[in-house]
């Protein structure tokens, strides 16, 4: 190099300090940041400082995309300063001492027991219980480790605005070669920048289609408040591999998917491509009614398109809650109290329901169709997403009814369908990223932390802690073994992280139902027909099959934001028993049942579930799987 082309001196200080921060960047390269937000009163994320400025005289040095790398490292070394390692680590430990004190005054025989906790790789703001009996986590690259700042990146636009997605494998325990990457789809997003980066699904809708896999539709395309994105992909869990398909009709950015009777997807709300403040009142279903229903393992979903579905949905909030019920129509129950409404599949048309008797909008919060043996579910129980409401409330047909109460009342909670048809509340917070002492702040009211548990009367009692409070973004589901894996919500689990510069930026937490304590569980030995058709016969093997007193379907579940709208349970008649094998007889009709898969427990007399099999049930025009 001539003399006259080397840097002068502010360049080779510049370039001396570019040195360093590679060497930092070594040791923070997955750490991104973006400055403070708050959140939409109406619940969403909301916009961030997004990629950090280059340095000019750094870029021209260096280049730059490399300046740009070095000035989100200076972030997020900053951002390690500003809730360093050693409060992480102290708030673990005395979240784990605070559980074992309270957890000490439940006895794991009546009211279960939390038993494990292991990091994950991904903050699983969405979650779906496959039929390999894996489990998918999917969210979002960080763009913040601080956790008194926003983590998501919903108002940036570009490269690190991403997806990311992993499978946890249960049989491999809870090490980190129990879980596999399983990157979305590479996607140039129509934001004019030109930086291909994989799929930004966070905060889509989900449910399962009748051959397993999982249609996502929406995410975020980034820039005020969360821009939805028209982004349609399916995941095949047989091959672990993600489909794309045709874009929608409109951006969704936090929309609600159900399946119904007919096998197909239908698609309501979310905020539009415009932004936040947006949401849609187009309908779409998929796959569009050219395209047979995926039955089949080998039904690729790839490429295809969804359609217009006639009537609209005009929803004020985005995720409402839908359900497919014993008469085979769709129940969507907004979260605005005058806002319920019921589809009808095949006109395609839109009734009104009756209000909502509590008269107030409701926050994220659970909602589950309830138990009604063996012809399907024909009522759901609205439950949680207002902090000062702790009733819950029951629609069957057009009527509603205040049932028994809760402890208290708590926002972003997710509330799960047990084999044994009670259910169990877990997670929640006073507000979106507030547990009780003020927004964005890490420290929680303990009473967030415990369970509540509903009998088959109806009656609720409070349980064991958590490790971690988890409220907004929080998830659970329930594993085929019968145990309930909990997860979810980023801002705690990045309080709490004992190694904020690993790759595990998650964590799970396992519930032992009390029905786990109560002696030998039933054997469920194998499925002899694990393909179906409605009204045929299941027949299965079981070593202690005359104890069996009861056969249940329970749906695996999918869910976000406190919204899980596969969530089903359904009574099997035992039609004959001999020796070690049971006859059980499939559901009536895919009004009772949607098509797809579910998880098939035996149980006693105590109420204790054989770990789960897996039954398909077709649709009237499907094949064998």
């Known amino acids: ?45 909301t916009p961030s400082a997004g990629r950090a400025k280059a340095d000019p005289d750094e870029a021209a040095v260096i280049g730059t995309e490399h300046a740009e790398e070095h000035a989100m490292t200076r972030r997020a070394v900053q951002a390690v300063g500003e809730y360093p390692q050693t409060i992480r680590t102290e708030r673990l430990k005395a979240l784990g001492a605070s559980q074992a004190r309270i957890n000490a005054d439940f006895d794991p ?56 997605a992993y499978l946890w494998d249960p049989a491999k325990g809870t090490g980190p070669g129990s879980f596999t990457k399983v990157t979305p789809p590479v996607i140039n997003m129509p934001d004019g920048l030109n930086q291909p980066r994989p799929a930004p699904f966070f905060c889509a809708g989900h449910s399962f289609l009748p051959n397993g896999m999982l249609g996502v539709f929406g995410g975020n395309l980034g820039g005020n408040g969360g821009t939805g994105a028209k982004l349609s992909l399916v995941f095949d869990p047989w091959e672990e591999k993600w489909y794309q398909n045709q874009d929608m009709a409109v951006g969704r950015w936090y929309p609600s998917v159900v399946t119904g009777a007919d096998g197909r997807q239908l698609i309501m709300s979310g905020q539009s491509e415009l932004g936040w403040g947006t949401p849609t009142a187009i309908v779409e279903r998929f796959p569009a009614l050219n395209k047979p229903v995926p039955t089949a393992k080998t039904d690729k979903p ?20 839908l359900f497919s019920l014993r008469d085979g129509k769709i129940y969507g129950l907004g979260r605005n109290p005058e806002q319920q409404w019921k589809f009808d599949l095949t006109t395609e048309t839109r009734t009104d329901l009756a209000p909502r008797p509590d008269n107030m909008p409701r926050n994220y919060g659970s909602a589950v169709p309830l138990p009604a043996g063996f012809k399907g579910p024909d009522s759901v129980l609205v439950l949680g997403g207002d ?21 208290f009342g708590r926002t972003q909670d997710n509330t799960l369908l047990m084999p044994d048809a009670t259910l169990m509340t877990v997670n929640g917070a006073f507000d979106i990223r507030d547990y009780g002492n003020g927004p964005y702040n890490p420290n929680a009211d303990l009473k967030y932390r415990q369970i509540e548990l509903r009998d088959q009367n109806g009656n609720w009692k409070l349980g064991p802690a958590q490790r971690l409070p988890r409220g907004y ?59 179906v058709g409605y009204n045929d016969k299941i027949t299965v093997s079981s070593s202690t099959a005359s ?27 035992i039609k004959s028993r001999g020796g070690s094998f049971l006859e059980l007889q499939a559901p009536p009709s895919a009004s009772a049942a949607p098509p797809g898969y579910y998880m098939l427990f035996l149980l006693n007399e ?15 025009s499907g094949g064998q799987t």
Request: charged share 20%; hydrophobic share 35%; aromatic share 6%.
């Open 109 to 164: 025989m009546d009211s279960g027991r939390f038993r494990e906790y292991f990091p994950s790789p991904d903050f699983a703001a969405h979650i779906a219980m496959l039929p390999t009996g894996k489990v998918l986590l999917f969210s979002f690259e960080r763009i913040q480790n601080n956790p008194q700042k926003e983590p998501a990146p919903t108002d940036v636009i570009g490269k690190e605005n991403a997806g990311r």
């Open 606 to 620: 105590e109420g204790v579930p054989s770990t789960a099999g897996w039954v398909q049930l077709k649709p009237a």
């Open 473 to 531: 973004h929080s998830n659970a589901v329930v594993l085929p073994d019968g145990r309930v894996m909990v997860t979810g919500d980023e801002l705690q689990q990045l309080a709490n992280d004992p190694d904020i510069n690993d790759d595990m930026n998650g964590s799970i937490e396992i519930y032992e139902p009390a029905y786990l304590q109560q002696g030998g569980r039933p054997n469920l030995g194998q499925v002899f027909n694990p393909s």
């Open 387 to 407: 902090r000062d409401d702790p009733n819950t409330y029951q629609l069957v047909g057009n009527q509603w009814s205040k049932e028994k109460a809760r402890a």
């Open 547 to 573: 104890e069996v007193t009861r056969a249940v379907l329970l749906a695996p579940t999918t869910a976000t934001h406190s919204v899980n709208t596969s969530q089903r349970h359904l009574d099997l008649r």
């Open 302 to 321: 790839e490429g295809w398109a969804a359609e217009r579905f006639k009537a609209d949905a005009p929803f004020k909030r985005d995720y409402p809650h």
């Open 1 to 45: 190099m001539s003399p006259r082309n080397l840097p002068g001196p502010s360049s080779r200080r510049m370039l001396s300090a570019a040195v360093s921060v590679c060497a930092v960047s070594a040791l923070t390269l997955t750490v991104l940041t973006a400055g403070p937000v708050t959140a939409h009163e109406s619940g969403g994320e």
